[in-house]
């Protein structure tokens, strides 16, 4: 039962950053190619750089199912894309949930090597945001992580629940990774709904870049 809802959460997790990279990609008028391109960047970005750092094989290469339903979720996005008329509202509901759902997958990878906690949490991030940071270069935009929206620290807060609702609470383990989830997806609703940012403790000038 564990492992299919952990099944689960890695194809919704897959489905939703696919989704976010398409719609980011049309924002941009790419070509059928540039987008499903940067759908599969968005989806195998950050677990790619998690499986490099734990030295394990890297998990689409291994996997055809992560890449097939790339391909098919990017074709239904295309389609979808002569209906949906509102690309940010779209983008952010599927980024907050691929960031949710690849949180979770993050941290579990960690826990399975047998790795502390505070690793785990930060490969749990890493998974959640690599993609999405590689898709913004790639868009040539300012990637949502370094800017002034909540996205990493919302992944550190939910992935931080995660690990001490594993250890302290007597909830089961679908339940915890649930409420994970639902936690980061609020945390980023509310933190652009209310302009919520990580105050700024240095000054700087405008238009005075390096």
């Excluded at 492992?3 to 959460?9: D, R, T």
């Excluded at 074709?75 to 952010?92: G, P, Q």
């Amino acid at each position: 039962m564990h492992e299919q809802f952990n099944f689960i959460i890695e194809v919704l997790g897959t489905i939703s950053f696919a989704m976010s990279g398409s719609f980011a990609a049309m924002q941009k008028r790419l070509d059928p190619f540039g987008v499903l391109i940067i759908a599969f960047v968005t989806s195998v970005g950050g677990g790619t750089v998690r499986d490099l750092l734990l030295d394990v094989p890297v998990f689409w290469m291994t996997d055809m199912l992560t890449c097939s339903l790339i391909f098919f979720t990017c074709v239904f996005s295309m389609i979808f894309k002569s209906i949906e008329k509102n690309f940010k509202v779209t983008l952010f509901i599927f980024d907050s949930f691929g960031l949710g759902l690849f949180t979770i997958i993050g941290i579990q990878k960690g826990i399975n090597e047998g790795l502390h906690p505070l690793i785990c949490l930060t490969l749990g991030t890493i998974t959640g945001c690599f993609g999405g940071i590689i898709r913004d270069i790639l868009l040539n935009r300012i990637p949502l992580v370094f800017r002034k929206e909540i996205y990493a620290t919302a992944c550190i807060i939910g992935g931080g629940s995660f690990l001490l609702l594993s250890k302290y609470s007597i909830l089961s383990y679908g339940l915890i990774q649930i409420f994970t989830i639902i936690l980061i997806v609020t945390i980023r609703t509310l933190a652009v709904k209310y302009h919520w940012q990580i105050p700024k403790f240095y000054g700087y000038e405008e238009n005075n870049e390096m």
